[in-house]
C-alpha cells in the first residue's frame, strides 16, 4: 500500500467542481481517469495515483492532459509571475514538485489595458503591423493545431483562468493559452546554430512559413539533447504573432544558418505535400481569426508547396516570402498582389488562389528577383 492522492469531481450545472483526499491504496487497484460528462455526474477519477502525500495533485506517473493537468494546478496548485523581461503578462503553472506550463492571459497581452509590463496603451504592439492586441493567446493555440506534432510545438490550449490568481481583486474568468513546460537546457541564442540538428531547423522553418511568424527569434526556440544524435534539437515555442494580417515584418532567425540551405528529406516534403489547406483553414476559422490572416496564411502554404515541388531549399523560400528591405515588398507580396480581385461586398479585395497557385508556379520558378524589377 501506498500514501497517494485520489482526485474527484463533481459536474453539475454550475461547472466541474474538484475535490481531493489522501487515503491508503493498494496501487494495483486504481480506477481509470475519465472526463465528467453531464450534471449529477460523480464519481472519483485517476489515470494512476500520484505517489506523493500532498492532496490534489495531478498524477506525476502519468502524462494527463494540459487541461486536465492545468485545471488541477489552478485548483490546487501555485500560478506564479515569470521573471523574465517579456512584453506581455506570463505565469508559471506549478503544482508541489514540478512546473506543469506558461501561462499567458489574453488581457495582459501588449496593448491591453491590463498589461502588467508597461504595454497597456492600445498602439502597445512591439511595433509589429497586422495584428490585433488580446488575439495572441489564439494563435498560440492554432499554431499547436496546425503543427500536429511535426515541429514540436508543445501541446497547447485555451484556458480560463481565475482573476484572483492572476494577483486581482475581480472575480471574472480570464481566457489566455497554457502551454505544456519543456525541460530544455538553453534557447538558441545561447549557443551557435552549428550545434542544432538539420531536421530539427527545416521543420521550425517549414511551420514558420506557412504561419507567417513575425517573431521567429533565438529565444523562442528551445534547445534539448537528443540521445541518438551529437546534435540538439529545437523546440518552437511563443506564436502569438505568427498569422499576421500584413506580412510586412516576418522574421525567420533561421533564414541564413547552414542548415536552411539543406535538401529537404522525404518525410518532410511528403508532410508538406499532404497539407490540406481548406482542413487548416476551417480551424483557423473556427477560433475566430481574423478573415485577412486565413487568407495569407492559405497564400502562404499554396506557395510553401509549390517552392517544395520546385525543389527550393528553406532558404531560398524565406528570401520570397520576407522583405528584403523596411520599404521594399517581398515576392509574396507583390505575388498576392497581382491575384487580388476587385472589392468583395466586405469591401475586402479577396486573393484568387487559383489564379495565385498557377503564378506562383511560374514566379518561383524563374529568377523572380529580376522579374520583379
Request: proline share 4%.
Amino acid at each position: 500500500k501506498a500514501t497517494v492522492s485520489v482526485l474527484y469531481w463533481k459536474c453539475s450545472m454550475e461547472g466541474t467542481h474538484y475535490s481531493s483526499s489522501t487515503i491508503e491504496y493498494d496501487a494495483k487497484f486504481v480506477p481509470n481517469y475519465r472526463e465528467p460528462s453531464e450534471a449529477g455526474d460523480t464519481e472519483c477519477v485517476s489515470e494512476e495515483v500520484s505517489r506523493c502525500t500532498s492532496p490534489g495533485i495531478v498524477p506525476q506517473s502519468s502524462n494527463p492532459s494540459l487541461s486536465f493537468e492545468s485545471s488541477m494546478v489552478l485548483q490546487f496548485g501555485k500560478v506564479e509571475p515569470m521573471d523574465e523581461e517579456s512584453v506581455g503578462g506570463t505565469f508559471w503553472l506549478k503544482n508541489a514538485d514540478s512546473t506543469v506550463g506558461i501561462l499567458k492571459p489574453g488581457d495582459m497581452e501588449p496593448g491591453m489595458k491590463h498589461n502588467n509590463k508597461g504595454y497597456s496603451a492600445k498602439d502597445d504592439v512591439e511595433g509589429k503591423v497586422g495584428f490585433k492586441p488580446g488575439k495572441g493567446y489564439i494563435r498560440e493555440v492554432v499554431a499547436y493545431k496546425l503543427d500536429r506534432s511535426f515541429s514540436k510545438v508543445p501541446e497547447t490550449i485555451v484556458l480560463e483562468t481565475p482573476s484572483a490568481k492572476l494577483g486581482r481583486t475581480s472575480s471574472r474568468m480570464v481566457k489566455g493559452s497554457a502551454q505544456r513546460f519543456v525541460p530544455n537546457i538553453g534557447q538558441s541564442w545561447d549557443s551557435g546554430p552549428a550545434r542544432f540538428s538539420d531536421e530539427s531547423v527545416r521543420r521550425i522553418g517549414i511551420m514558420d512559413l506557412r504561419m507567417l511568424n513575425c517573431d521567429r527569434h533565438g529565444g523562442n526556440m528551445l534547445v534539448v539533447n537528443n540521445k541518438e544524435s551529437d546534435k540538439c534539437d529545437l523546440i518552437p515555442i511563443d506564436h502569438g504573432y505568427c498569422f499576421p494580417m500584413s506580412l510586412a515584418d516576418l522574421d525567420f532567425e533561421w533564414q541564413f544558418w547552414k542548415q536552411a540551405k539543406t535538401p529537404f528529406s522525404e518525410e518532410e516534403l511528403q508532410y508538406v505535400d499532404d497539407i490540406d489547406i481548406h482542413n487548416d483553414v476551417a480551424i483557423c476559422e473556427s477560433y475566430g481569426m481574423e478573415q485577412e490572416a486565413i487568407d495569407l496564411f492559405h497564400a502562404a502554404t499554396i506557395c510553401l508547396k509549390v517552392g517544395c515541388k520546385l525543389g527550393m531549399n528553406l532558404s531560398e523560400m524565406a528570401a520570397f516570402f520576407r522583405r528584403e528591405t523596411l520599404n521594399q515588398a517581398s515576392g509574396l507580396e507583390l505575388l498576392i498582389s497581382d491575384c487580388r480581385s476587385s472589392l468583395d461586398d466586405e469591401c475586402r479585395a479577396a486573393i484568387d488562389f487559383k489564379k495565385l497557385q498557377q503564378k506562383a508556379s511560374l514566379l518561383m520558378a524563374s529568377d523572380w528577383k529580376a522579374a520583379l524589377q
